[in-house]
């Protein structure tokens, strides 16, 4: 069975850096790419990166290009989102999800099968 889980979530100053986790179980990324997405209060869900074992990382949203990065493990079960000079407006719920393919297909969010349950990122002074 799919399952994806996310972790690492928290309280953050602006220009700070926190690391989120997303295991995935049922799967791996040999398999089905993975997609970060985050949603803030009144927002609509935003996909930010996919990361694809064969195809590598495909960055969705602009506003964090050069800040976050995404890897995986070595045993492609757990995916990671790298977030450096983190800024007020990155604040939002942060989900890990997967819509099935191989490889990122950019799919809007209502498209993906598979969701975590999303923590919290809050960046603040």
């Known amino acids: 069975q799919v399952q994806l889980a996310e972790s690492g979530g928290g309280l953050v100053q602006p220009g700070g850096s926190l690391r989120l986790s997303c295991a995935a179980s049922g799967f791996t990324l040999d398999y089905y790419a993975i997609t970060w997405f985050r949603q803030a209060p009144g927002n609509e869900r935003e996909g930010i990166l996919c990361i694809s074992s064969k195809y590598g990382t495909t960055t969705l949203a602009d506003s964090v290009k050069g800040r976050f990065t995404a890897t995986a493990d070595n045993a492609k079960t757990t995916v990671y989102l790298q977030m450096n000079n983190l800024k007020p407006e990155d604040t939002a719920v942060y989900y890990c999800?997967?819509?099935?393919?191989?490889?990122?297909?950019?799919?809007?969010?209502?498209?993906?099968?598979?969701w975590g349950q999303g923590t919290q990122v809050t960046v603040s002074s």
């Open positions: 999800a997967t819509d099935l393919y191989y490889h990122c297909s950019g799919s809007p969010f209502n498209e993906y099968d598979y």
